[in-house]
């Protein structure tokens, strides 16, 4: 069965009778003059349609009698074909949807207005994600609409019921972001090959951005963290900028983008390819960290209780070797959450800080400690699904110990 069809049958079970959803795929937003950012679809309208061009809009209709599914699209342009390509056509879109009935976007209105009169319609759903106070998207300008011209329609918000389908990862999507990750480890290890003190950070990023665009990724997940040295300990730091010096470690936090899933990894490493052995004392820490972080995953856990057993792994640790005296000095040295959800979006949807882990989740483990006064930041980043009885790592071909970095480092350095 068409995935896409399934996910839209399910979410069909959700919905009131007397209903209709709609989600746009939206468009390219313009960067300036007559460039646009390049397009990247809705997620919603992705995971329901499996779509990716620009100004799409999906209808779903609910009576008791029957369900529909409308699907608009461009009309062919002339013009517009000899100098951006062609739309896609009707029956391109019903191959890969399973969506029979095929109407153009200028069409919509009015389809709209008639649906909402014959079918007796009172609520509408719409895909509201609202972060910020002034958010703008067709979605809101439907809303808007709808509420001045038909008041005694209630619009209901669906994003949250499909962010909780989201959470929960199918086949497919493990398989995505399974091909995600193992790009975006290819790189990492391109990066160790080539890696040298003296190198400006974004030199070493470079191989990284080589290797994504060798295996056709056109997008990543998110904007690479390429930080040496003291710059580690700026969580978001992504100037990339710094020349590397010596005894730097280097933290990449980085992930490619692979049919639209994220993948998201953190590796640090030696730019000399050796370890000191102040270094190797807080990256084994780290390391174990994360390995007991990655043993206690299993359905039933609480999420936010990752980060718990993380604080108080931190505490006996950084208590051991002098580094602290009191618990709340944990904070210093460790202040961001070690998880969260990936899929579609790199910081995936999903209530995680309420809720249980279920099997088929994606999560990521990535504690770290900065120690700013000793120029050392590290964090060792992986990403897992939950299983039936604990957990697989995704990323577990990517090496992290301190021995296998330095052997790979020293046997397979570049000599450019
Ligand atoms: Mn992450």
Redesign the pocket.
């Known amino acids: 069965m068409n995935i896409f069809f399934k996910r839209r049958k399910s979410l069909f079970d959700k919905i009131d009778d007397n209903s209709i959803a709609v989600f746009f795929a939206g468009e390219a937003p313009v960067k300036r003059g007559d460039e646009f950012y390049p397009f990247s679809p809705e997620r919603n309208f992705y995971y329901l349609s499996g779509l990716d061009n620009q100004r799409l809009i999906l209808v779903m209709i609910k009576n008791e009698e029957d369900k529909e599914e409308i699907l608009f699209i461009e009309r062919f342009d002339e013009i517009k074909a000899k100098w951006v390509g062609p739309v896609i056509k009707k029956e391109e879109c019903r191959e890969k949807t399973n969506i029979e009935n095929i109407k153009y976007l200028d069409e919509f209105e009015e389809e709209i207005s008639s649906i909402i009169f014959n079918k007796k319609i009172e609520n509408i759903y719409l895909n509201l994600e609202n972060r910020y106070f002034k958010a703008s998207s067709p979605d809101f300008d439907m809303a808007q609409n709808i509420i001045k011209n038909y008041p005694y329609i209630k619009i209901k918000n669906i994003y949250t019921v499909l962010s909780e389908f989201r959470t929960i990862k199918d086949e497919q999507e493990i398989k995505n972001i399974k091909k995600a990750i193992d790009i975006t480890c290819e790189g990492i290890y391109e990066m160790m090959k080539h890696s040298k003190a003296g190198m400006y950070e974004y030199e070493i990023e470079a191989y990284f951005d080589y290797v994504l665009k060798k295996n056709a990724v056109r997008d990543k997940a998110f904007t690479s963290i390429a930080a040496s040295g003291k710059n580690a300990v700026v969580l978001h730091y992504s100037e990339n900028s710094a020349k590397t010096k010596e005894n730097d470690l280097i933290l990449f936090?980085v992930?490619a983008s692979y049919g639209y899933y994220s993948g998201?990894i953190?590796r640090t490493f030696p730019v000399n390819g050796r370890f000191t052995e102040r270094q190797k004392q807080i990256y084994n820490i780290v390391l174990r960290a994360q390995e007991m972080i990655i043993s206690i995953i299993k359905p039933g856990i609480e999420f936010k209780s990752l980060n718990e057993s993380l604080k108080k792994f931190y505490i006996k640790e950084l208590k051991q070797i002098g580094l602290i005296e009191n618990d709340d000095e944990i904070l210093k040295y460790y202040y961001h959450g070690v998880s969260?959800f990936?899929g579609l979006e790199?910081?995936d949807v999903g209530r995680h800080n309420e809720g249980v882990l279920k099997e088929g989740m994606v999560l990521?483990v990535?504690p770290g400690l900065y120690i700013e006064e000793e120029e050392i930041g590290i964090r060792i980043?992986d990403d897992v699904v939950v299983t039936e009885y604990g957990c697989e790592v995704l990323s577990e071909n990517m090496i992290k110990s301190v021995e296998d970095i330095e052997n790979f480092m020293r046997e397979n350095r570049a000599d450019d």
């Open positions: 936090d992930g998201d953190t969260h990936l790199t910081h990521t990535e980043e």
